[in-house]
């Protein structure tokens, strides 16, 4: 089972999540907007960080499943 925002890419750095679903329409990033299409110099808005430290929830929830599983 996978959390219902595994489409979404959260900030390792701060923990901001963006969905394609909902956007950042606060920062004219409309609703839909997959992450790919989001420019690669854009920065969260939280926290400064850059694209590159986003990862894929999907993949968060499948490293944190295969160490719980080893418990």
Do not use: H
Not at 23 to 46: F, K, L, Q, V, Y
Not at 53 to 63: D, H, M, R
Request: aromatic content about 10%; hydrophobic content about 35%; proline content about 8%.
């Amino acid at each position: 089972m996978t959390p219902a925002c595994a489409d979404g890419v959260l900030c390792t750095c701060c923990g901001r999540l963006y969905e394609a679903s909902k956007g950042c329409p606060s920062i004219g990033i409309p609703a839909g907007t997959p992450w790919e299409d989001i420019p690669m110099n854009w920065r969260c808005p939280d926290c400064g960080a850059g694209r590159s430290s986003f990862e894929s929830v999907e993949v968060i929830y499948q490293k944190a499943y295969c160490v719980l599983a080893e418990f």
